[in-house]
């Protein structure tokens, strides 16, 4: 089991950038498979992106070309670069994180989840 805590969310108008952080604890993150997936009011929680173990990427279709995940296994963090953000990026922001390597998109096969952070993009 990791503990997660992500960082970084804020208020940012359309076309800018934001970089997610997400920090995590225990000496095994670089065995790890971490996602991030976000959440926008009354809609379902849904599948960002994500790097594995061994560092491949992976993204939803609505973010690919914009937004860039990366890891540094020697800082136990997992980053979310974010650019050219639209309005609909706005969301609650999750990092997660499940042994091993998965290269599926399915939340429910994540163990731990982080407590999010909010992105908002203005028009």
């Known amino acids: 089991q990791v503990q997660l805590v992500e960082s970084g969310g804020g208020l940012v108008q359309a076309g800018g950038s934001l970089r997610l952080s997400c920090a995590a604890s225990?000496?095994?993150?670089?065995?790890?498979?971490m996602g991030w997936f976000r959440q926008a009011p009354g809609k379902e929680r849904e599948f960002v992106g994500r790097i594995t173990n061994t560092g491949t990427t992976d993204y939803a279709d609505s973010v690919k070309g914009r937004f860039t995940v990366s890891r540094d296994n020697a800082k136990n963090t997992v980053y979310l670069q974010m650019n050219s953000l639209k309005p609909e990026d706005t969301a609650v922001y999750y990092c997660?994180?499940?042994?091993?390597?998965?290269?599926?998109?399915?939340?429910?096969?994540?163990?731990?989840w982080g407590q999010g952070t909010q992105v908002t993009v203005s028009s």
């Open positions: 997660a994180a499940v042994r091993g390597w998965y290269i599926g998109r399915d939340s429910a096969r994540y163990d731990d």
């Open positions: 225990g000496r095994t993150f670089s065995t790890y498979t």
